[in-house]
């Protein structure tokens, strides 16, 4: 583990190799899953107000979801997250052929909305999660994942370097340079691979 400030990374995000391949996994972190993305409390509020600009995005079933369900639900861990369709897929997941994608993130690059998506599912596979005194950053090694760690690998590119721009986001520019110096330093000492 490596602690900058009082934010705790797993030795993981820095040694594992990691790169989306949608036309590979087809989007299955977004159809997958034991619950909806995890929500911060800015988001379900966000999510309130882009409903009626995100919705024309939506498959039919998705919107029915949400109507029934709302914008976002409590799970059984009682944390705040997207509803599911039918308790598998994210109901704001759109179909690209046969990928699933976000259709938050679809009305955003549109111009429609200045919300991209959840910091969660643009941070995936890695999650954040806040504890009394410190956070933790972990990434998770789920099957589902197995292509973008194949091309993780064949490019050399670190889940860190991977996901900069979210963690960039959700951590800070000066941690995520922080981040960076540590594992150079780590991996020059032979503590990381």
């Excluded at 179909?95 to 941070?123: N, R």
Aim: net charge negative; charged share 25%.
């Amino acid at each position: 583990m490596l602690r900058i400030g009082n934010t705790i990374f797993s030795f993981d995000v820095l040694e594992k190799k990691f790169m989306c391949d949608l036309k590979k996994c087809h989007g299955a972190c977004c159809r997958y899953g034991d619950s909806g993305a995890p929500l911060a409390q800015d988001e379900v509020t966000i999510l309130n107000e882009i409903w009626p600009l995100v919705r024309p995005y939506l498959r039919p079933e998705g919107i029915e979801a949400i109507e029934k369900q709302r914008t976002s639900i409590i799970d059984q861990e009682n944390e705040k997250v997207t509803p599911l369709i039918n308790n598998e897929e994210c109901a704001y997941t759109i179909l690209d052929d046969t990928v699933y994608m976000c259709g938050i993130e679809k009305a955003w690059s549109e111009g429609k909305v200045i919300f991209q998506k959840p910091v969660s599912c643009h941070l995936f596979p890695v999650r954040i999660k806040k504890f009394s005194g410190f956070t933790a950053v972990n990434y998770q090694e789920l099957a589902i994942c197995s292509p973008a760690r194949e091309i993780g690998i064949e490019k050399g590119l670190h889940v860190y370097e991977f996901l900069k721009e979210p963690l960039i986001k959700a951590i800070g520019q000066n941690m995520y340079d922080d981040l960076c110096i540590a594992a150079d330093e780590l991996r020059k000492k032979g503590k990381i691979s």
